[in-house]
Structure formats: C-alpha cells, structure tokens
C-alpha cells in the first residue's frame, strides 16, 4: 500500500501494450461500494473474501494484462497459489516511510496510524519477497518481467541469479574467459557441471560450433545453459538452448555494450551460413539476463563504437538522449526500451521492426564490403540514411557529431544490389523503418527507389 501501484502498474500497461486491471476496481464495481465503504461496513474480512474471489476470477481468464493487487490481497494461500500458476509477479519496492507519506491520513482503512502502519509493512514484507521479480520505477518494471537483471558487480551474483536448481552448463567467448570465466565459475558454485568454450566473436556463429555444443552438452530438461560473452556466443548459446533436447532454459550474462542493450535481450537467438548472417535460428527467450555493466571495462573502444551506434538508434526511437547518460544508466534505460519492444511484439510480426531503424542501408553496406566494415560503423552510416530519407537532417547532422561514421569505401552497385536483393525478398520496392519525429518510428515505408539509391550513394566514400 503507497508504493505506487496504481500509477506505475496503469504506465506498465501501457508499455507493454496490454490492459490494466485493478483487483480493487474489480471488488468496487461487483460490490458496488468503495473499498473503505466495505471495510466499514462488513468488516476486513468480508473484502478479502471479495477481494480473493476477484483476483482468482481475474486470473484464471489468462489473458495478457497487467493486474494490479494489494500487498493484502497476498495473506490469502487461494491467491498466492493463483499468482504462482498464472502471473508473473513484480515486487513494487518502497520503504515503510515512503509509502505512508504517500498515503498517511489518506483515510484508507488500514493506513490511519503510522505505527500500525508500520508494523504491517513489516509483517507482510515475507510474502512481498516472494514475489518473482521487484522494482522500483518503470524501467526496473519492464526489465524484471523481460528477465533483465542490470546490476553492477551482478557478474558475481550470477549463482543465485540464474533461475531454477538444476545443473548448469557454461557457454563462453575464449576470450571474455580469460577476463571473467573464473568469477563465472566460483559464482555458479556447485550448480555448474560443465563449461565449453567457444571462439571469440563471431567465428563462434557457424553450425560446425553449433554440433560440437549439441554433442558436448549433457544437460537434461532440468538444466540450464548460461552463455557469457558478446552477441555472437549469446546468438549460438540461445540457439543451441532452443534446439538441444528440443530446449532447455537459458540464461545469459552478456559482456559487450551492444550485448546488453540489444542482443541479450528479446530472446532471438542465429547462426550465420555461407549464405549469409543469421539465416538459421529461433525464437527462444532467456529465463534471465543479467547485464553487469563493470564488465564492459575491459572492452576494447572499437566494441563500445559497436554498441554505441546501437545506444543511440535507441535513443532516436525512443525521442530521448539516451546517448549522454553515464555508461549503466544508459545500458539500463537501452535494455529497458528493447524489453519493452520484444515485449509487446516477441516474434517480430510487427513494431518490433522498428528495432531496424538504419538497418537496411546499414546491412548493404557491410554485404558490400565484403564484411570488413564493423556492424556499428555501417549502422552509424545506416541512421544517417534513415535520417535522411525521413526528411530529418537536424537529427542526421547529430547523429554525425555523435558517431562521426566516415563514408564507408565501398563499391555503389555493390551496395545498391545488396540493398535492393534484400528489399525485393519482402517486395517491390524498398520499405524502410523511418522516424517521423524523434521518438515516433513509421514501420515499412515505401521509398522510391531512386530516392533510397542517392542517400545511399551519400554514404559512400
Ligand atoms: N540476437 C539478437 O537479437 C542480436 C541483436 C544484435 C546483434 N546480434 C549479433 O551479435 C553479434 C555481435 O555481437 P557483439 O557485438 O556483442 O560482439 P561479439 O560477441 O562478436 O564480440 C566481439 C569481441 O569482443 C570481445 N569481448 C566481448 N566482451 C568483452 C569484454 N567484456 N572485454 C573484452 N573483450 C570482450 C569478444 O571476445 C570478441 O572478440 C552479431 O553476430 C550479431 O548478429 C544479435
Ligand atoms: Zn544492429
């Protein structure tokens, strides 16, 4: 009671694309008086019956929604039981000194004595704990329930952090190794049975090192795989979850800046073909993700330019400089919004598109230079274009201050036919992700074609 609830479970709803619904309302509307009214007039334990017929009925309907319920509502064995089988719970933190300065004389029926108050903050504070995840504001809402754990020093913590009790098997970047498969190890304590290395980066993404996991791991359905590393071990990792013994719980400790905001998060999970990159995968989201932003210290700058191309397309979709916070705030806010995208769209059928925002001219150009061009140097190029075809030239001219991408040396037909190869498996003609304003991203833009060819040549030495 006062932590906030109605305020922040009504914001969470709508983040997340889905319905609010209050056990309160529910109990108000049935009973057709206020909860003060009823407690009044028939007594605390007349409304908790009400109050835990309603929440049961609001559950077993199933449907995605955000429900709000009282620390009260939890004393009832009914309704714990309930949560446990159908939701996923969210602790809403605070202290017994914030929450009864917001409610203190708000004549609520149990909020008229602050030592009362008080004392049953504390006696519930038990079955608060119980709860599946727990925050504090509206990102740390989004986070826990996409399994996101942003925690500095969390690498430490991974033991208690990666669900369930089962053995667990490591998957790890050799080189990451070297700086951190010890405190992985000691972490993961007697829960870890085996640890299997692969190659550093994206050498790690081939279906030879995909086989070689499958017949090395030994897990049963009760195990768990934890992949630590960059995007690439993450990609095999979760891609070897979703397939061995037809999948088994995964969980990732990402340790690159593009990792933890973008590839640790939304449950897509590729190895790359001769053919091309991530043509065979699945959808397999990680029981957790626990991003560890201290591990980001030894990354070489190189990587940091990957991922930072990557912060600041989320700061572009999201209208806000995500780019000029300090290195955890950013990650946590980044990670926030790409929850929330893969939340409301999981399998990419819709707005989870726009994550692609730069990505069309940003993949020509990396197909045309043969892959010698880093992935954030041609995204840095890829929002300029984004921008550009938007009609956005302030925001291009920003995002050249930020990123200061040189013009990629690449041959023009090359890149226009890799482009065009890769519009034309969707359609007609070129449709792009552009932004109409920070902030407010337009999915699958048809483009003229002559049009998308000019920026792109822009983009070329
Ligand atoms: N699944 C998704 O949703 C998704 C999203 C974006 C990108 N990706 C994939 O991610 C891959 C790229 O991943 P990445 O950019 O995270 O890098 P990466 O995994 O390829 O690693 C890059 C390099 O950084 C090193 N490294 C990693 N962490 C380090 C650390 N903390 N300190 C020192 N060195 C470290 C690695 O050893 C490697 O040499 C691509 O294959 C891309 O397709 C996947
Ligand atoms: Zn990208």
């Given at each position: 009671m006062?932590?906030?609830?109605s305020?922040?479970?009504r914001a969470?709803?709508?983040?997340?694309?889905r319905?609010?619904?209050?056990?309160?309302?529910?109990?108000e509307?049935?009973?057709?008086?206020?909860?003060a009214d009823?407690?009044?007039r028939?007594?605390?334990?007349?409304f908790r019956?009400?109050?835990?017929?309603?929440?049961?009925?609001?559950?077993?309907?199933?449907?995605?929604?955000?429900?709000e319920?009282?620390?009260?509502?939890?004393t009832?064995?009914?309704t714990?039981a309930?949560?446990?089988?159908?939701?996923?719970?969210?602790?809403?933190?605070?202290?017994?000194?914030?929450?009864?300065?917001?409610?203190g004389?708000?004549?609520?029926?149990l909020?008229?004595?602050?030592?009362?108050?008080?004392?049953?903050?504390?006696?519930?504070?038990?079955?608060?704990?119980?709860?599946?995840?727990?925050?504090?504001?509206?990102?740390g809402?989004?986070?826990?329930?996409?399994g996101?754990h942003?925690?500095a020093?969390g690498l430490?913590?991974?033991?208690?952090?990666?669900?369930?009790?089962?053995?667990?098997?490591?998957?790890?970047?050799?080189?990451?190794?070297?700086?951190?498969?010890?405190r992985?190890?000691?972490?993961?304590?007697?829960?870890?049975?085996?640890?299997?290395?692969?190659?550093?980066?994206?050498?790690?993404?081939?279906?030879?090192?995909?086989?070689?996991?499958w017949?090395?791991?030994?897990?049963?359905?009760?195990?768990?795989?934890?992949?630590l590393?960059?995007?690439?071990?993450?990609?095999?990792?979760?891609?070897?979850?979703?397939?061995?013994?037809?999948g088994?719980?995964?969980?990732?400790?990402p340790?690159?800046?593009?990792?933890?905001?973008?590839?640790?998060?939304?449950?897509?999970?590729?190895?790359?073909?001769?053919?091309?990159?991530?043509?065979?995968?699945?959808?397999h989201?990680?029981?957790?993700?626990?991003?560890?932003p201290?591990t980001?210290a030894?990354?070489?700058?190189?990587?940091?330019?990957?991922?930072?191309?990557e912060v600041?397309?989320?700061?572009?979709?999201?209208?806000?400089?995500?780019?000029?916070?300090?290195?955890p705030?950013?990650?946590?806010?980044?990670?926030?919004?790409?929850?929330?995208?893969?939340?409301r769209?999981?399998?990419?059928?819709?707005?989870?598109?726009?994550l692609?925002?730069?990505?069309?001219?940003?993949?020509a150009?990396e197909a045309?230079s043969?892959y010698?061009?880093?992935?954030?140097?041609?995204?840095?190029?890829?929002?300029?274009g984004?921008?550009?075809?938007?009609?956005?030239?302030?925001e291009?001219?920003?995002?050249?201050e930020?990123?200061?991408?040189?013009?990629?040396?690449?041959?023009?037909?090359?890149?226009?036919?890799a482009?065009?190869?890769?519009?034309?498996?969707e359609?007609?003609?070129?449709r792009?992700?552009?932004?109409?304003?920070?902030?407010?991203?337009?999915?699958?833009v048809?483009?003229e074609?002559?049009?998308v060819r000019?920026?792109?040549?822009?983009?070329?030495?």
């Amino acid at each position: 009671m006062g932590a906030g609830k109605s305020t922040l479970g009504r914001a969470l709803a709508e983040r997340l694309g889905r319905p609010f619904v209050s056990v309160d309302d529910v109990v108000e509307e049935r009973a057709a008086a206020s909860v003060a009214d009823i407690f009044e007039r028939r007594g605390e334990s007349a409304f908790r019956e009400l109050e835990e017929e309603a929440a049961i009925d609001l559950l077993a309907r199933r449907r995605l929604s955000v429900v709000e319920i009282g620390g009260g509502g939890l004393t009832s064995a009914a309704t714990r039981a309930a949560l446990v089988e159908s939701a996923f719970t969210i602790h809403l933190e605070t202290t017994a000194a914030e929450a009864w300065g917001r409610v203190g004389e708000s004549g609520r029926p149990l909020a008229r004595d602050p030592d009362e108050f008080r004392l049953l903050f504390e006696e519930r504070r038990a079955l608060y704990e119980r709860s599946d995840g727990s925050a504090r504001d509206l990102d740390g809402a989004v986070l826990a329930a996409a399994g996101v754990h942003v925690c500095a020093g969390g690498l430490d913590h991974i033991g208690e952090l990666v669900p369930g009790s089962g053995p667990v098997e490591l998957v790890v970047d050799e080189h990451v190794d070297s700086f951190y498969g010890e405190r992985a190890r000691a972490a993961l304590g007697r829960r870890l049975t085996a640890a299997h290395l692969v190659p550093a980066g994206e050498r790690a993404k081939t279906a030879g090192e995909a086989k070689r996991l499958w017949s090395a791991l030994r897990l049963g359905r009760d195990g768990t795989i934890v992949a630590l590393g960059g995007g690439s071990t993450i990609d095999l990792a979760g891609f070897s979850a979703a397939t061995y013994v037809r999948g088994v719980t995964w969980a990732t400790a990402p340790t690159t800046l593009l990792a933890q905001v973008d590839a640790g998060i939304g449950g897509k999970t590729a190895i790359d073909l001769p053919e091309g990159k991530n043509l065979v995968g699945a959808f397999h989201w990680p029981a957790r993700t626990i991003v560890d932003p201290d591990t980001l210290a030894t990354l070489p700058a190189s990587e940091i330019e990957n991922g930072r191309a990557e912060v600041v397309k989320t700061g572009l979709l999201a209208g806000e400089p995500l780019w000029e916070l300090e290195l955890p705030d950013q990650v946590r806010r980044c990670a926030a919004f790409k929850a929330a995208v893969c939340l409301r769209d999981p399998f990419d059928r819709g707005e989870r598109r726009q994550l692609n925002l730069g990505h069309t001219f940003a993949h020509a150009l990396e197909a045309a230079s043969g892959y010698s061009l880093s992935h954030g140097h041609a995204v840095a190029l890829g929002l300029l274009g984004a921008l550009r075809v938007s009609g956005l030239e302030d925001e291009a001219r920003r995002v050249e201050e930020i990123l200061r991408p040189l013009p990629a040396t690449v041959d023009r037909d090359l890149a226009w036919e890799a482009l065009d190869r890769d519009k034309k498996a969707e359609g007609r003609r070129p449709r792009l992700v552009l932004l109409e304003a920070a902030g407010k991203p337009r999915l699958g833009v048809e483009v003229e074609p002559k049009l998308v060819r000019s920026v792109l040549e822009s983009l070329i030495a």
